[in-house]
């Protein structure tokens, strides 16, 4: 089971998107002020989160939104279908990525990589004008669902050679980076703190949303697998070597692309010029993998093997994250008394078809992934409500601290859930929103069809919202009373 829900914290997140925020939020002199505050959050936010979805899940035997009818009453199942709806948004686009990740694999292996940056953005370009996303879209989602419509046990065996074979590939990839002449100084750029940058709400923004997308605390999707635990296995424990396992893993990828980016450009480009590359090569913020990496892969020794290797783990990663993202999704409607196989068939179908605008637009595609991004902090605020309307020191000592092989989980815990998510939850989405509109965004946070504005968040989170509300004792009354929730032979 640690390695499903390892399979569900190390995905894209951590290779794709994490090297490339880190960029992105960085100052003149480092990155590691976005560390600092990433780091927090994995303590204050994902740790803590990660605790409570085991719990529920390992409690209920139900999935998200069951669980909220189950602990608190059917009035609340429409939070927790938003938790899951949240997740399902991301679904949408995410496999889109994962599409792109499995072309650039068979790219790299069967014709290589491209020579120049100028090859390199025709590769991207070409790619991208073609009908190759909407195809290698639908060839991921086709794997996901065979691999999910045989159950868990299936999601087990396949996350057995997924999750090893990624850390693996992740770590020589890291090792082979660090021994470029130069790289030291894209390390030192990562780890050095301009503590300029901690005033910026939207360095702390992207901190902790990127640190639920690292690690899947709040997507609902560690609940779901949970669902399967033993009822002996424990919670603590668990939650700890995922949440700091996976940023390891970030760390190292991390690692791997900023020592390449710098050791590979520093020859040619000052400092400042190759930070200018890693923030805005790319539309939609994917020119730091898909367009620069394979052309630097070229300028090294052995570079198309670990090009290769590169895109494997890359595709590996964001595969494991599908299929949980697919089981999730499946289980609400097993919760309400669908077949498996039908279940996963309309998942897949529907999450094909909702993805193709992303697929081929870029610019639904960064509006999708901001929106449902920032849409994390609610999802996450949502279970620390369940958790406080149960009643948190209740919660910790009925819920989690069973008599179990575990670590007992002490009272700061309470405090994490009951006080401080729910803080940062309210304190960020405020600070950001006033500040985007009275100096990012002054002319456009109000306008919804503006793919990073205030409003363009409100009116989705909002629709979604109001549909799941009147649909509330519909799914509550399927949920709570449809029989055998939980499949035969379903604990591992």
């Not at 990589?113 to 909407?134: I, K, M, V």
């Not at 990127?210 to 997507?219: E, F, I, V």
């Not at 949970?226 to 190292?252: D, E, I, P, W």
């Not at 309210?426 to 009275?438: E, H, N, P």
């Amino acid at each position: 089971m640690l390695l499903s829900i390892l399979g569900i914290a190390v995905g894209t997140g951590n290779i794709w998107r994490f090297p490339r925020i880190a960029a992105k939020t960085g100052g003149d002199d480092g990155a590691g002020s976005f560390l600092i505050a990433w780091m927090i959050f994995l303590i204050l936010w994902s740790v803590p989160l990660i605790i409570a979805e085991l719990a529920i899940g390992r409690k209920t035997r139900l999935g998200v939104a069951g669980s909220f009818g189950k602990l608190l009453s059917g009035r609340f199942v429409w939070m927790g279908a938003f938790v899951g709806l949240v997740a399902t948004m991301i679904m949408f686009y995410y496999a889109v990525v994962n599409g792109w990740c499995l072309f650039y694999f068979l790219r790299m292996t069967f014709l290589g990589q491209p020579l120049d940056s100028s090859a390199s953005l025709e590769l991207w370009d070409g790619f991208q004008a073609g009908s190759f996303p909407l195809v290698f879209h639908f060839l991921v989602m086709i794997v996901a669902a065979l691999v999910v419509v045989k159950g868990i046990r299936s999601i087990e065996k396949v996350n057995r050679v997924l999750v090893p074979s990624l850390l693996l590939i992740v770590l020589l990839s890291a090792v082979r980076a660090l021994t470029l002449p130069g790289a030291f100084d894209g390390v030192r750029y990562l780890f050095t703190p301009d503590m300029d940058q901690l005033a910026n709400p939207n360095v702390w923004l992207e901190a902790l949303t990127q640190n639920a997308w690292d690690t899947g605390a709040g997507w609902g999707l560690i609940l779901t697998y949970a669902v399967y635990m033993h009822r002996k296995q424990g919670v603590t424990l668990n939650a700890c070597l995922t949440g700091f396992g996976n940023n390891s893993v970030s760390l190292l990828a991390a690692l791997t692309i900023f020592s390449t980016v710098f050791a590979t450009l520093g020859a040619s480009m000052s400092r400042a010029e190759i930070v200018e590359v890693m923030k805005t090569s790319g539309p939609a913020g994917t020119g730091l993998t898909f367009i620069w990496m394979p052309q630097l892969f070229s300028q090294m020794p052995l570079g198309r093997l670990f090009a290769i290797l590169f895109f494997l783990g890359l595709t590996f990663a964001a595969l494991s994250s599908l299929i949980s993202m697919v089981e999730l999704a499946s289980r609400s409607l097993l919760d309400m008394g669908l077949r498996r196989r039908t279940a996963v068939l309309l998942v897949c179908g529907v999450g094909y078809l909702c993805g193709v605008p992303s697929a081929l637009n870029l610019d639904v595609f960064s509006n999708q992934d901001f929106v449902w991004g920032v849409g994390l902090m609610i999802s996450g605020a949502f279970i620390a409500f369940l958790c406080n309307r149960f009643g948190v020191t209740r919660f910790r000592h009925e819920v989690i601290n069973l008599e179990v092989r575990d670590m007992t989980l002490r009272g700061w815990w309470d405090i994490v859930v009951r006080y401080l998510i729910p803080v940062e939850c309210v304190v960020l989405l405020g600070w950001w929103m006033y500040l985007s509109a009275r100096v990012y965004e002054p002319d456009t946070w109000y306008d919804p069809f503006s793919p990073y504005s205030v409003a363009t968040c409100v009116v989705q989170w909002g629709l979604v919202l109001i549909a799941l509300l009147v649909c509330n004792r519909f799914m509550a009354g399927r949920m709570l009373h449809a029989p055998g929730n939980l499949e035969p032979g379903g604990e591992v």
